[in-house]
């Protein structure tokens, strides 16, 4: 009796044990599920993005051959992305080099830094989050122009 109380507990960890360690684990994020939007960022270090009326709207985008390219809010950038098990950097990022505002340079620099260095991805509800030991980045799914006009056209 007491032999197989204690084998039924030990089933019972286990399988506790496992469904832990399954949920921990996301579905792999694939390239496609990057290039199959423009992302806007929205959030540098949990902090809405500063803006400026000089400034562009943040973006990132990948294209089928993984060439990353979007802007920082003042200079535009792009490199070879590469992604690996829920891991992204950009190489080689290339920027321009336009003078703006203190404020937006520095959130310039966070951004170039990060998708210089490797960053954890998660993908969930629209929104790629992209974080180092560092800095936090989060970007939204833009709405792509085709879902805009078929929304405009059921209104």
């Known amino acids: 009796m007491k032999l197989s109380s204690i084998s039924f507990l030990a089933a019972i960890a286990g399988t506790v044990i ?3 360690c399954a949920s921990q684990n996301a579905a792999p994020i694939t390239a496609q599920d ?4 423009r992302w806007v960022l929205s959030t540098v270090d949990k902090q809405a ?3 400026d ?3 562009s709207q943040a973006f990132l985008q990948f294209d089928n051959s993984m060439m990353a390219s979007g802007n920082a809010s003042c200079n535009n950038f792009f490199g070879k992305a590469k992604l690996d098990d829920n891991r992204l950097r950009v190489d ?3 920027l321009t080099m336009k003078l703006c505002p203190d ?3 520095k959130q310039e620099q966070i951004v170039h830094g990060s ?3 490797w960053n954890k991805l998660t993908l969930e509800d629209g929104k790629l989050t992209l974080k180092t030991a560092a800095h936090t980045l989060v970007y939204q799914a833009e709405q792509q122009p085709q879902a805009k006009q078929d929304t ?3 209104q």
Do not use: D, E, F, R
């Open 34 to 37: 990057l290039q199959a939007h």
């Open 152 to 154: 405009q056209a059921k």
């Open 92 to 94: 080689k990022l290339a």
């Open 103 to 105: 404020t937006i340079m």
């Open 115 to 117: 998708l210089s260095a």
């Open 53 to 55: 009326p000089t400034a």
């Open 18 to 20: 496992l469904t832990g």
């Open 49 to 51: 993005i500063q803006t």
